[in-house]
């Protein structure tokens, strides 16, 4: 599994074009760490997204053509599709939400810097002085991608075709 959320994580990256790191540091200097899962988690979330509407294409394609074949491949194709697109919009909402953290925690942080020094990181960081990267260990964690989404994905999923099956 470590691969493929690597994948997946190198792929969102690559889909939504991202600020660099030394960018982010001019504008998010004191929240860069929270700032670089923001943009990470959005990128999953579009990318789950997309993939749930390519479910729900696979599962009218596969009902239908089972359907031709016999009463029980469309039922089939119809279960198959429905765990694929249950999967893909649990990876939305996973994603989504921690999409959500990131923002309120790098706003969050930003503010209460703001607050202690009395001007934005971003400022400083323009005049050049040192600004002091903020590194909330346990939103770190909320926000990082693991190996755990595809099982929580892929439970979330069987469960969810049963409950609506």
Do not use: C
């Not at 696979?58 to 194709?77: C, T, V, Y």
Request: glycine share 8%; no cysteine.
């Amino acid at each position: 599994m470590t691969r493929v959320t690597d994948w997946l994580v190198r792929a969102s990256d690559g889909l939504i074009p991202s600020s660099s790191d030394q960018a982010l540091k001019l504008i998010n200097p004191a929240s860069f760490q929270v700032a670089r899962h923001e943009t990470r988690e959005v990128a999953l979330a579009f990318i789950w997204g997309a993939s749930a509407i390519v479910g729900m294409i696979f599962m009218l394609l596969l009902s239908a053509s089972g359907h031709a074949i016999s009463r029980q491949a469309g039922d089939d194709g119809l279960l198959v599709g429905l765990f694929l697109t249950w999967f893909s919009f649990a990876g939305v909402v996973l994603h989504g939400a921690r999409y959500l953290v990131a923002l309120t925690t790098k706003n969050s942080i930003e503010r209460n810097y703001a607050r202690r020094v009395g001007q934005p990181s971003s400022k400083n960081a323009a005049l050049g002085r040192q600004v002091l990267e903020e590194r909330p260990r346990v939103m770190l964690a909320i926000t990082r991608s693991t190996d755990w989404d595809l099982g929580i994905q892929g439970l979330v999923g069987v469960a969810l075709t049963i409950l609506t099956h």
